[in-house]
């Protein structure tokens, strides 16, 4: 499985933009998609996740209110929307695979594929 994640930017405080993560190889139901964000000298912390079959969908909660995370099957796509955006929202976001039967939670060491990311920032 490959991933591409597109859609990063610079916008100012307020503004939105909408991540893509296009997916090369089969997406089997069980899988879980997510998305995670890094800051220079910061770990990388959870963002989002989305359930491949079951649609089920899951946010920190920084994310919750302000960000969306979809998938189209049919594209083998998943979306992150992200609105209200401000400064500390400025990372370097990927998307990733979690392979295993089960939602597995919010660690990245959960995560068996990763796409190579792409950067949002957040400047006045």
């Known amino acids: 499985v490959q991933l591409q994640a597109s859609g990063g930017g610079s916008v100012q405080p307020g503004g939105s933009l909408r991540l893509s993560c296009a997916i090369a190889g089969t997406m089997y139901s069980s899988y879980t998609t997510g998305w995670f964000r890094q800051s220079p000298g910061q770990e990388r912390e959870f963002v989002a996740a989305i359930r491949w079959r079951l649609n089920k969908k899951y946010y920190s909660d920084s994310a919750r209110g302000r960000f969306t995370i979809s998938r189209d099957v049919a594209e083998n796509t998943v979306y992150l929307q992200l609105n209200s955006l401000k400064p500390e929202d400025t990372a370097v976001y990927f998307c990733?695979?979690?392979?295993?039967?089960?939602?597995?939670?919010?660690?990245?060491?959960?995560?068996?594929?990763w796409g190579q990311g792409t950067l949002v920032t957040v400047s006045s």
């Open positions: 990733a695979i979690d392979s295993s039967l089960d939602y597995s939670g919010t660690s990245p060491s959960e995560y068996d594929y």
